[in-house]
């Protein structure tokens, strides 16, 4: 008798309550097509690859490049080429002098946060001069001190519980898909990519604040 009980009570809560049954990160950014059933493995560290492709996927307002991107060295033969050159062509990433993208290697907290805000234009209602972090500091133009700033105030990142945001620290996939979760919480449909005009990787993204 318990045991129909707790199956009736269930099926309520189900038809009733949908969302009090939510999906998990990882679940939504499969549904979402950010990455495939295959692709999301939650204890994986996240690789610049894998940090790009998510990336270009949520950025669903950016167009695909209107002509032919030159390959990274590293990245000719990679099976997320067409993911790593829309970010080029879009000025997101950049090769450097040895033209090198480092498909394989871990992304970065800083680095994560940085490529988002290329793409995604979230209002600057940040004070910058307020360090949210302990452990971030501004450097040259501050691009990475102001994304940082930013995606902290908007509660996209957070810090840790002694007010570290660690900016070198890797990122597991389970980190990623909430980090996904809280882009898409902000109305990422409606956020303009900055380079919704078609720039190119040889133009300034961010003209300093």
Known sequence: ???????????????????????????????KGWFSSEEYNPNKTVTRADAIKLLMRMAINLP????????????????DKQFINKARYYGVIRGGKLNRFDPTQPITKAELVVWMDYIFSLPDTVDFNNHLAKDIQKT????????INKYLAHE???VDGNGNF?????????????IAERMD?????????????????????????
């Open 156 to 158: 996209i990142v957070t």
């Open 1 to 31: 008798m318990k045991k129909i009980i707790f199956l009736f009570t269930l099926l309520l809560l189900i038809n009733l309550c949908p969302k009090v049954l939510a999906q998990n990160p990882s679940e939504e950014i499969v549904e």
């Open 64 to 79: 695909d490049p209107t002509s032919n991107v030159h390959n990274f060295a590293d990245t000719i033969h990679h099976p």
């Open 166 to 178: 660690h900016p070198n620290a890797p990122i597991k996939m389970s980190e990623l898909a909430i």
């Open 185 to 209: 919480g902000v109305g990422i449909k409606n956020l303009k990519p900055v380079q919704y005009e078609g720039q190119k990787q040889k133009q300034k993204i961010l003209e300093p604040r």
């Open 140 to 147: 040259g133009d501050g691009e990475t001190f102001y994304a």
